[in-house]
């Protein structure tokens, strides 16, 4: 904030709101805390705008434009309330923190401490981060907070004094030798490390499928003093807080410290992705997380966006809403750098310096001189070994069906041209499937591609959502791992045959494995059929495929099928389904339980068109209800 008298009258208006919020119920607090969050939703369109890319890049299309709309929504009310939250601290006692939180998993934390060692807490802006060390110190754990400056030391003060109060120290980022102290008397240490600084020394992880710059810090430290990593969070849950301490993560077994350290670092960062990825809203998306990229192309451009200061009106809402300049100094980016020292290296013509191109063109052939694929570009940039593209756009060719795969990023290894695609991946088959993933990994030459990402594959009559994907490049033959739901016939598509369209939804554990040449798909594991008329249930699915249409002529259900509807069930060995009219044949030797249905003199099996079954002992006119 360059302006001096401008920065002062905010910092005059936070102290005047935190005088004020010190003495309001929690509740009004927090209400005006979503009043402050819808304000500086309104009112700083670059924070909310970065917040809207960041969500896409790291969901893709897995989520709509109104659903990425409602996650940065809700982020910013949720940043209000902790703002109002943290003004009310200073009058907070350890009795009442105990009061808001409940936890789970503080036993983690006691066995890594048994060990002699401390303990490297690790969390993320997720959540009230803030309530985490002040919750565990009135638990009786002994620590302190490792932090980085401030940009403005005003706000610094008041986060530091909060700590204090508690009994917590904060320690300046570079402080070792304290650090290790602290651990050797097997203390606590806790330290936020989700954000991208590249003041810190850092490796490349993968991160809600993309490559971050990720401190070592946390790992280093791990190495050196064999004290284990233990992720802790704390989430809203509605008026209360949950507090979660996950197992401890120890060092690999690893002779090469380097690996040791590349590896404690993803798995602490896909902890915290994986909280991230179960409440959206909680963190705090308008960080530049992935503002350092692992190709130097990108530093002139990311630095530079690095550099925009709030518009007028951006200024103007931080005045009103004074307490987001505790939350957007708190949140902001790390070391900065000159635009001009940037590109002054560039055209320096150094040995190592990044090559750069208007555009770009790969193409592998066919033993007979055939193209087999092509991949062209917007521009392409060269460092080592690693062509980095933007605006991929390529084909893979194939007699039967052409695919055409899109995406914002590709990385090109020209040693072996396996190629990593990123940011709204898609593969659109010239015979109409869709296939939508954040990042996909593709081999060309092979005619193979993967991810262990969620993807999303459509047609006209068939929506196919599930997570981690390998197959073909054309999408004839496929695997999707886990977490597998089919819905034929969706409801924003056309009905296969006219009248209104009917949704049937499979779902199983995975994994679903798919052959359009052999038009078979084989569904695993705890598979489920949701039909209007009834709930079908097998051990497996296999399902006869429409080429046409993508969708299912007819599956075999089988092992332990059992059939729903109402009150009755239908067991048997094995079931043939019929999704187009909603009939269901048992086969074998199937068994049926009646219920009588209440005020009804006879008991009535009527399945409607999902069942139709031929026991071989006829049922009785009127049957009894099983005994209990």
Not at 102 to 107: A, L, R
Not at 241 to 246: A, D, G, K, T, Y
């Given at each position: 904030m360059k302006h001096p008298i401008r920065r002062r009258l905010i910092y005059l208006a936070f102290q005047g709101l935190r005088g004020l919020i010190q003495w309001l119920p929690l509740e009004l607090a927090r209400a005006f805390g979503r009043l402050v969050g819808t304000a500086a939703y309104g009112l700083l369109p670059l924070q909310r705008r970065l917040a809207l890319e960041h969500v896409r890049a790291?969901?893709?299309?897995?989520?709509?434009?109104?659903?990425?709309?409602?996650?940065?929504?809700?982020?910013?009310?949720?940043?209000?309330?902790?703002?109002?939250?943290?003004l009310q601290l200073p009058r907070w006692s350890a009795a009442r923190l105990q009061r808001l939180i409940?936890?789970?998993?503080?036993?983690h934390l006691r066995q890594a401490l048994a060990e002699g060692h401390g303990a490297i807490v690790v969390s993320g802006h997720l959540g009230n981060w803030e309530l985490m060390p002040l919750y565990l110190r009135s638990l009786g754990f002994e620590g302190q907070v490792l932090a980085r400056r401030l940009r403005y030391p005003e706000y610094e003060q008041f986060l530091i004094g909060l700590r204090r109060r508690f009994g917590i120290s904060t320690l300046v980022r570079g402080s070792l030798k304290d650090v290790a102290k602290l651990l050797r008397e097997n203390k606590i240490v806790g330290m936020l490390p989700d954000q991208d600084t590249d003041s810190l020394d850092g490796v490349f992880v993968d991160f809600l499928g993309q490559p971050a710059y990720t401190s070592v810090g946390p790992a280093a430290l791990s190495v050196m003093t064999h004290a284990p990593i233990v992720p802790v969070?704390?989430?809203?849950?509605?008026?209360?807080?949950?507090?979660?301490?996950?197992?401890?993560l120890r060092v690999p077994d690893s002779p090469d410290r380097m690996e040791a350290i590349q590896?404690?670092?993803?798995?602490?960062?896909?902890?915290?992705?994986?909280?991230?990825t179960r409440y959206p809203d909680h963190w705090v998306w308008m960080h530049r997380r992935w503002k350092t990229k692992p190709s130097l192309a990108h530093s002139t451009q990311h630095t530079a966006n690095s550099q925009q200061q709030p518009a007028k009106g951006s200024q103007m809402a931080l005045a009103l809403c004074a307490v987001c300049c505790l939350l957007f100094a708190e949140l902001g980016c790390g070391k900065r750098t000159s635009q001009a020292t940037t590109e002054e290296s560039a055209a320096t013509g150094a040995p190592n310096a990044t090559q750069h191109m208007s555009g770009f063109t790969l193409t592998g052939y066919q033993d007979d001189g055939s193209k087999k694929w092509q991949l062209n570009g917007q521009g392409a940039t060269v460092e080592g070994n690693i062509v980095t593209i933007h605006q991929p756009n390529a084909i893979g060719f194939d007699p039967v069906r052409q695919a055409h795969l899109t995406a914002s990023l590709a990385q090109v290894n020209q040693n072996n041209?396996?190629?990593?695609?990123?940011?709204?991946?898609?593969?659109?088959?010239?015979?109409?499937?869709?296939?939508?993933?954040?990042?996909?990994?593709?081999?060309?030459?092979?005619?193979?591609?993967?991810?262990?990402?969620?993807?999303?594959?459509?047609?006209?009559h068939m929506l196919l959502r599930g997570r981690g994907f390998s197959g073909m490049t054309q999408l004839k033959q496929a695997v999707i791992a886990s977490d597998i739901e089919m819905v034929l016939n969706p409801s924003d598509h056309e009905p296969l045959s006219g009248g209104a369209a009917r949704q049937v939804t499979i779902t199983c554990d995975g994994p679903l494995s798919f052959d359009y040449g052999t038009g078979v798909a084989t569904f695993e594991h705890n598979v489920h059929i949701k039909d209007p008329n009834g709930d079908v249930y097998s051990d497996k699915l296999i399902a006869y495929l429409d080429q046409a249409n993508h969708t299912i002529r007819y599956a075999e259900a089988i092992g332990r099928?059992?059939?729903?509807?109402?009150?009755?069930?239908?067991?048997?060995e094995k079931a043939v389904y019929e999704p187009a009219i909603g009939k269901i044949t048992l086969v074998g030797k199937p068994s049926l339980l009646i219920y009588p249905q209440q005020g009804e003199g006879q008991a009535q099996l009527s399945f409607g068109g999902l069942l139709e079954s031929k026991p071989k002992v006829p049922l009785p006119h009127q049957p009894k209800a099983p005994e209990s």
């Open positions: 790291a969901f893709g299309e897995t989520l709509t434009a109104a659903q990425r709309r409602g996650i940065v929504r809700r982020m910013f009310l949720n940043l209000g309330q902790n703002g109002m939250e943290w409940t936890s789970d998993g503080v036993e969070f704390n989430v809203r849950e509605g008026k209360r807080f949950h507090l979660i301490v996950e197992p401890p590896q404690l670092t993803q798995a602490w960062s896909d902890v915290v992705a994986s909280y991230i041209r396996h190629i990593r695609l990123e940011h709204n991946v898609t593969i659109h088959t010239d015979d109409g499937l869709w296939f939508f993933s954040p990042v996909l990994y593709w081999i060309p030459d092979q005619n193979k591609a993967a991810t262990d990402l969620p993807v999303r594959i459509e047609s006209d099928v059992r059939i729903h509807q109402h009150q009755n069930t239908a067991l048997s």
